[in-house]
């Protein structure tokens, strides 16, 4: 069975400050790898994915993530905050054959102006 | 696009009644379907897969006689849940998948249901 574990429930930062998520992930093959936002009020979002390929992904409004298959990790990045980037985070995982996800706990972030 | 609709987005009933949640993809079509549950400060629970024309498959624990899964088209599936009781009360998301193009899951804006 897959498991996705986030290390921080809730992070604080202030504008501009850089922003780093862990995510680790546990299942025996190959993994699709996801990290979703939710924003208040609003239906989860995606912000990118790994399928394969390139292990550094980018995605939307300046994020990106690292897929490091040694350590099971899809680690989500910012080198910027804004407050607009106060939301709740989700990593999420699936097989290559699977589309049923198994999300992390989430991690809410806040950013203050 | 990818646009994922449900309701009602919020309901409040008394213990005993059956609940009905329509999730819609207003712009695609979905094969399959998928339902959640969320509790506050906890991740999204996946409760069963929704496959058009066919029987959902529905996770471990979850009761499938207390959460009826229907999805009739390739547009609509449904969530009715059964003689509500207040340890139903959650937060139920729908998701559903662009036939043919398949991932990633798009997801609905999600359904508070409050059980008195």
Request: proline letters at 3%; a neutral charge; hydrophobic letters at 35%.
């Amino acid at each position: 069975a897959q498991s996705v574990s986030q290390h921080n429930h809730h992070v604080i930062l202030s504008e501009a400050a850089s922003l780093e998520l862990g995510c680790n992930y546990s299942y025996g093959g190959t993994v699709n790898l996801f990290w979703y936002v939710q924003y208040p009020g609003q239906h989860l979002q995606l912000l990118l994915k790994y399928f394969s390929g390139d292990p550094l992904v980018k995605g939307i409004k300046g994020f990106e993530a690292e897929f490091i298959k040694s350590k099971f990790s899809f680690n989500l990045r910012k080198p910027s905050v804004q407050w607009s980037d106060t939301a709740e985070y989700f990593c999420a995982v699936n097989g290559p054959s699977d589309y049923k996800l198994s999300f992390g706990a989430g991690t809410t972030v806040t950013v203050r102006a | 696009g990818a646009v994922v609709s449900q309701h009602p987005s919020w309901v409040i009933c008394k213990s005993g009644t059956s609940v009905k949640i329509e999730c819609r993809s207003l712009d695609f079509q979905a094969t399959t379907m998928f339902w959640y549950r969320q509790f506050p400060k906890q991740s999204l629970m996946l409760m069963a897969t929704s496959n058009e024309g066919s029987k959902a498959t529905y996770e471990q624990g979850v009761e499938k006689d207390k959460f009826l899964i229907n999805h009739a088209s390739l547009t609509l599936s449904t969530l009715t849940v059964t003689s509500a009781h207040p340890e139903d009360s959650s937060f139920y998301i729908c998701s559903a998948l662009r036939t043919g193009t398949g991932q990633p899951q798009h997801f609905g804006d999600g359904t508070r249901l409050s059980i008195l």
